[in-house]
């Protein structure tokens, strides 16, 4: 329940993604994300695996002790250091997300957890690290980051660059004018685990609603955010519906099915003094498990004999009604509210037990027909339970398929099923949905999302940085060859006027030294009485 993730971005625009993955994953590092941008658009992703360490438990388990919460980070921190160049250490955003585990402390223990964290880490490491990167992140944020990435290792971000590429016309999120641009479809996301399930894709058009109270919900399971570089282009600004659903995974729908089971049974058998299932010479008929698999549920003191028989279709029947929907319109699961899904122009990855029920067992991961799907359901519900453990045993199905997978397969495929197409109403005929484990051989975590989105503005900032310093160097530059141009003039013009001036003044001297020599010899010529040539004499 605690994530990482370091960035560290140099001026080649390129961008360094380290996702720490925790707990769940139990990876240490799980790998390096190499990403590309312009001022436009993310161009493309490599990615490097590196080394990979065990850890366990969550930092939710120091809930008592938070101030050993940074004594657990340490040692992830140091590991992080060790492959991250020094010189990058002070560049390189460190952010600490916490989800579920945290999510379902009270307040005051995540504060004080997060708290000691956000006092100690700065002390012991030399990355960027501000108060605000640290945080308990919400379910819908956890969907948000998930979308993000799924969509950018599929290079759905990325400008349309082919006639044949399948589009959208998208009414422009927060433009007063209803702005519309086409851009290339995203892919929804569709992820069932244990315990919850989750759905997540883009609104292209502006959604209406059916009432003041509809609306209200809505405002919390849509989101509205810019993946773009510049917060003042529309590009990449994208609207995202993201709804979780608690207790609708297959392990906790599959435990309240069987409370649904004993509870019922406790009340027939009281009103009509019977035993059913009490013993497992009268099993209580199940249509969820494998033909004559016998499995025992409940409590010690109210344990409840099965028998399975393997009626597939019988038991989506009785599954629906664990699905909660209501009458409302625009509503799934639970009477909550979703937004309408273009189904002729739309495409879904499934991910986690939408993969498992489709692959492990029935071997149809991948492009996802449900008439082919729910036959190859039913064949398996209605074989004996002898005959699958056999097949089984013979290792006829996937590899990391165990016997929890075999005996309750068929009730996660009619569980699956009628999420699917009651509870999100997909249609029966439905060719874009896919179910994978893997996004290009890369098993997509949420972090690389969350690395997206909080440092989508760090690319063009620093290019913009670095154009305005060629920028300025280049008038710098210019300012001084021009300025020593101007310099070198004023300087001739100096030069030439003093030399002008020094002429000028001997000139003046050379004429005034004439004008002397000249009184001088009519001064002498008068004393001797001699005529001066330039001046009459009288007889």
Known sequence: NIHMSFVAFNMKQSLFGFPIV???????????????????????INSLVITLVSVCSGISEYASTPDKASDYISPLLSFAAQHIPKNKHQET????????????????????LLEDLRTDIPVNFNFLFSDSHVEVISGKQEGVYAWIGINFVLGRFNHV?????????VQVPGSDQQETLVRKRTAGVLDMGGVSTQIAYEVPKTVS?????????????????????????????YRVYVSTFLGFGGN????????????????QNKLLGQHQGESADSPILDPCLP??????????????????????????LLLQPFLNRTNDTNTSLNGVYQPPIDFTNSQFYGFSEFYY????????????????????????????WKTLK????????????????????????????????????????YENLRTALLVYDKEVQWTLGAILYRTRFLPLRDIQQESLKSSHSHWHHSFSFMNNHYLFLACFLVVVLSILLYLLRLRRIHNRSTLLRGASASVQWLEEGLASPDLPVTL
């Open 22 to 44: 925790t707990q769940n994953s139990n990876k240490l590092i799980q790998n390096i994300d190499l990403m590309l941008f312009n001022e436009s658009h993310l161009i493309s």
């Open 357 to 384: 029920c489709t692959e492990d067992v029935l071997r149809m991961g991948g492009d996802y027909n449900s008439t082919k799907y729910s036959n190859a359901a039913k064949s398996y519900c209605a074989t004996q």
């Open 161 to 169: 660059e082919d006639e044949h590429e399948a589009v959208v016309e």
């Open 93 to 112: 955003p460190l952010y600490i997300l916490c989800t579920a585990g945290m999510r379902v402390l009270p307040e005051s223990q995540q504060e004080a």
């Open 291 to 316: 033909a004559d698999l016998q499995d025992e549920v409940g409590p010690q003191d109210q344990r409840v004999h099965l028998r399975g028989i393997g009626d597939f279709d019988r038991c989506r």
């Open 252 to 267: 906790a729908a599959r435990q309240r099915y069987e409370e649904n089971f004993i509870s019922t049974t406790q009340i």
């Open 209 to 237: 609603f059916a009432s003041p109270q509809q609306e209200e919900i809505a405002k919390n399971l849509l989101a509205e955010f810019n993946l773009g570089c510049d917060a003042h282009r529309t590009e990449h600004v």
């Open 390 to 429: 056999e097949r089984f045993d013979r290792g006829l199905y996937a590899s990391h398929a165990d016997q929890h997978r075999l005996k309750y397969q068929c009730f996660k495929s009619a569980w699956m099923y009628e999420v699917l197409h009651s509870g999100f109403a997909f249609p029966a005929v």
